[in-house]
C-alpha cells in the first residue's frame, strides 16, 4: 500500500488555504503562505438575473456544520481513524461536499482518492460514498473506467478535486492501478511527472 510522508496538520493547512494543488505542483518542501485576513470562508456576492425557481425548499432540517464538513473531508485524505470516528458522529457525512473556493468541490472519497489512500476508499465505499470516474481510476478498475471512456470520450479530460487528472488518479494508485495508467496513455498520452507527496 502506497504512504504519504504528509502530516494531518500539514495538510489541513494545505487544503483550508486552497494551496493544495498548487503546492503539489511545486512540492511540499517549503511551509504554506498564510491564511488570508479573516482565516475563513467567504461566499462570493450573488444576485439571480433570472427568474426565481418556481420550486421552493422546505429546509425542514438544519444543514450539517461546515466546519464538521470540512474536517471530514480532510482528513479522509489521510487518516482512517478520525475518518471513522466522524462519520460514526454523523454518517450523513459519507456524501457531503466543501467548496474550498471557486467551485473547487471535493468529497472525503475524492480526497481519498486523489492521495491513493485505498484504505479510506474503501471504507467510504462500503458505507455508501457514491463511487466516481476518478476513484475508479486510482482503485485499477479497468472495465469501469473504459465503459465510461466509451459511453463519454470527453472525460478523458475530466478533473477530479483541486485540478487533478484521471491520469494522476491512476498514478496514485501505484501498481494496482498501472493497467489503468497505460489504458489512459493510450487515450491520451500526457507527461506524467513525479508526485512530490508519494514515497
Known amino acids: 500500500m502506497i504512504r504519504f510522508d504528509l502530516t494531518r496538520r500539514r495538510y489541513g493547512r494545505l487544503a483550508v488555504a486552497g494551496l493544495f494543488s498548487a503546492t503539489c505542483s511545486r512540492g511540499l518542501g517549503r511551509e504554506p503562505d498564510p491564511l488570508p485576513q479573516g482565516g475563513g470562508p467567504t461566499e462570493r456576492p450573488f444576485k ?46 459519507i456524501n457531503a461536499s466543501m467548496d474550498w473556493g471557486a467551485g473547487d468541490f471535493e468529497t472525503a472519497l475524492g480526497g481519498a482518492s486523489h492521495m491513493g489512500r485505498t484504505d479510506i476508499v474503501k471504507y467510504l465505499l462500503s458505507h455508501g460514498a457514491r463511487p466516481n470516474l ?39 494508485g501505484g501498481r494496482e492501478s498501472k493497467p489503468v495508467l497505460e489504458y489512459l496513455q493510450g487515450v491520451k498520452q500526457v507527461e506524467l511527472r513525479p508526485i512530490p507527496f508519494l514515497k
Open 48 to 93: 439571480r438575473d433570472y427568474p426565481v425557481p418556481e420550486f421552493r425548499p422546505s429546509w425542514k432540517s438544519a444543514q450539517i456544520n461546515r466546519t464538521m464538513v470540512s474536517d471530514f473531508v480532510i482528513y479522509a485524505h489521510s487518516d482512517l481513524q478520525m475518518t471513522q470516528r466522524l462519520l460514526n458522529q454523523e454518517p450523513k457525512l
Open 134 to 172: 476518478h476513484c475508479a481510476a486510482m482503485l485499477g478498475q479497468l472495465d469501469v473506467v473504459k465503459s465510461l471512456l466509451e459511453f463519454e470520450p470527453k472525460l478523458i479530460d475530466a478533473k477530479g478535486p483541486h485540478g487533478f487528472s484521471l491520469h494522476f488518479h491512476a498514478q496514485v
